[in-house]
C-alpha cells in the first residue's frame, strides 16, 4: 500500500485565476488528479513487471474494478499485462507540516486559511518568537503586482466558501483516489442543522468515501481563528498585512537528539500501598554552556515495578515526562505539577515527611535528581526548634472502593474488602 496524493492544489487554482469551489476548479481538479492517477498506476504496473505484484492480486477481479476502468487505455493495458505492485496506489494525507515546509503552499486539497497571519513559535531554549506567515501564491501575487494591487476573485480563504464548495471539490478528487482522503469541511457556526445534514448527503450522492465536518462552538472553540474581516466586494478585497488574520497557534519545536548512551542514575521508591518496590531512571543529556561549561539536564525518564496494577499509568507518564524534557527550556514545573498530586485516599509518611500521593513521591525523586545535578538550586529550609516533631496529618479515611467508589475498602488477611458493595481484589 501506498498513498501517492498533491498538496497545494488551492494555490494552483489561485495561480491559475480559479475560485475555489468554482464549475473551473472542480473541472481542473478532475483533470490534474486524473493525470497523477494515470501516471501513478502506471508506474506501480511498471514496478509489478520488474517485482512481481503484491501478493493477493486478482487479475480478472481488479479488471472489472471502477478505478482500473476508469484507466486511460494504454495505462489498463499495462495493468493487465503486468499487474500491479501496490494494493493501494493514490491517496490525499494530511499534509499541515509538510505544507509549512515546502515554502508554506496550502494544505493538500483544503483552501487556504489565511493569507496573512502570526504564528508563535517554541524555541528549544524555552522562548517564544513571532513568525509573519504568508501563502505561496499570496506572497507571488505581491511580488508580481505590487503590495497594494487589489486581490482578484480567486483570492478567497476558508471563511469566504460555503460547505458545497468544499464537498465539491472532494468529490471531484475521490474519482481519482482509490485511498483516503483527509479533508475538513469548514461550516460557520450559526448553520442550521438541515443545512449541516444536507452536507453529509451530498457527500454522499457525489460518491465520497467519507466526509469530515468542523462547525465551531462556544464549547469546543476553534483550531484556529482569525480576526473578523469586514466583507467587501470581491475585487476591493485586500488581506490585511499587519495585524488582522493572526492566529495564535504554538508550534513546537523538533525533539532534542538523543545520544547513543547518555549518564543518569536509578532511584528505588517503596510505596507502602505496593508490594514491589518502583525503580526511577532518569538519565540526562550533557549540553556545552557559555565559559566552556557542561551542564547535565534531564532528558528521559523510565518508571519499572513487578506491581502490574501501575504498568498503563507508569508507561503514559514515562512516556509524557521523557516527551517534555526533550524539547528542552524550562522543565521544572513537572516537579511540580508530580508533587501537587493527591490520593483521595490519602498519602503515606516518608523520610519525616507526609507524601500525598504516589506520584508525588515520583516527582520528589525527580526534584532531588534535578539538584543533584545542578539542573535546580537546592530549596532553602528554615532550622526549627531542637526536637521538634513534624506536624501530624489528619486521621486518614479508609480507602475508596473501585467498583462503588465509598471510602470503605479495608485491607483484610492480605486483600482489598469492601464493606459496602463487597467487591473483593481477590475474587
Same mark, same amino acid.
Given at each position: ?8 492544489? %488551492? ?22 488528479? %486524473? ?32 478505478? !482500473? ?40 486539497? #483544503? ?26 501564491? +499570496? ?5 508580481? @503586482?505590487?503590495?497594494?494591487? $487589489?486581490?482578484? *476573485?480567486? @483570492?478567497? *480563504? ?6 458545497? &464548495? ?11 483516489? &482509490? ?5 475538513? !469541511?469548514?461550516? $460557520? ?8 445534514? *444536507? ?14 465536518? +468542523? ?41 532534542? #537528539? ?13 510505596? $507502602? ?11 540526562? !543529556?550533557?549540553? *556545552? %554552556? ?39 527550556? &524550562? ?34 525523586? !525527580? ?17 526549627? $526548634? ?42
Amino acid at each position: 500500500r501506498i498513498g501517492l496524493g498533491v498538496t497545494g492544489l %488551492a494555490d494552483a487554482f489561485i495561480q491559475c485565476g480559479v475560485r475555489y469551489g468554482s464549475e473551473e476548479s472542480v473541472r481542473l481538479t478532475d483533470e490534474w488528479l %486524473a493525470t497523477l492517477k494515470n501516471a501513478a498506476y502506471l508506474a506501480s504496473a511498471e514496478l509489478a513487471a520488474e517485482k512481481g505484484s503484491f501478493p493477493l492480486y486478482d487479475a480478472a477481479a481488479y479488471r472489472e474494478r471502477p478505478m !482500473i476502468r476508469s484507466l486511460d487505455p494504454a495505462v489498463r493495458e499495462a495493468v493487465e499485462r503486468c499487474g500491479l505492485r501496490n494494493a493501494l496506489v493514490t491517496s490525499i494525507a494530511p499534509t499541515g507540516t509538510i505544507s509549512l515546509f515546502a515554502d508554506n503552499v496550502s494544505s493538500g486539497i #483544503e483552501p487556504v486559511f489565511a493569507y496573512s497571519y502570526s504564528r508563535n513559535v517554541l524555541l528549544a531554549n524555552g522562548s517564544r518568537t513571532t513568525e509573519r506567515m504568508t501563502d505561496y501564491a +499570496y506572497r507571488l501575487y505581491r511580488e508580481a @503586482f505590487g503590495p497594494d494591487a $487589489p486581490l482578484s *476573485d480567486a @483570492f478567497v *480563504d476558508v471563511g469566504g466558501l460555503r460547505p458545497e &464548495d468544499h464537498v465539491r471539490i472532494q468529490a471531484a478528487a475521490q474519482k481519482h483516489i &482509490d485511498s483516503s482522503i483527509s479533508k475538513t !469541511i469548514n461550516c $460557520p457556526p450559526d448553520l442550521p442543522f438541515e443545512a449541516f445534514k *444536507d452536507v453529509y448527503a451530498q457527500a454522499y450522492a457525489l460518491g465520497c468515501k467519507g466526509c469530515t465536518t +468542523y462547525r465551531p462552538n462556544e464549547i469546543t472553540g476553534a483550531v484556529l481563528e482569525t480576526a473578523a474581516v469586514p466583507t467587501v466586494r470581491p475585487e476591493a478585497r485586500r488581506v490585511p498585512t499587519d495585524g488582522e488574520g493572526d492566529g495564535d497557534v504554538v508550534y513546537m519545536t523538533e525533539p532534542l #537528539e538523543r545520544p547513543q548512551s547518555l549518564p543518569g542514575r536509578t532511584y528505588k521508591l517503596r510505596w $507502602p500501598d505496593s508490594d514491589h518496590a518502583i525503580y526511577v531512571t532518569i538519565n540526562d !543529556i550533557v549540553q *556545552d %554552556a557559555p565559559g566552556d561549561r557542561k551542564i547535565r539536564r534531564p532528558f528521559e525518564v523510565f518508571i519499572n515495578s513487578k506491581n502490574m496494577e501501575h504498568y498503563a499509568w507508569t508507561v503514559a507518564l514515562t512516556r509524557m515526562i521523557s516527551a517534555v524534557f526533550r524539547r528542552g527550556g &524550562d522543565v521544572a514545573f513537572v516537579v511540580e505539577e508530580l508533587k501537587a498530586v493527591f490520593d483521595p485516599r490519602g498519602g503515606h509518611w516518608m523520610e519525616g515527611r507526609y507524601v500525598p500521593s504516589l506520584l508525588a513521591a515520583i516527582g520528589g525523586i !525527580i526534584e532531588q535528581h534535578m539538584i543533584e545535578i545542578g539542573f535546580l538550586a537546592p530549596p532553602e529550609t528554615a532550622p526549627g $526548634p531542637a526536637g521538634a516533631r513534624p506536624e501530624l496529618p489528619p486521621t486518614r479515611p479508609l480507602r475508596g472502593c473501585p467498583r462503588c467508589g465509598q471510602p470503605t475498602l479495608i485491607h483484610s488477611e492480605g486483600c482489598d474488602l469492601c464493606t459496602a458493595c463487597g467487591y473483593s481484589k481477590c475474587s
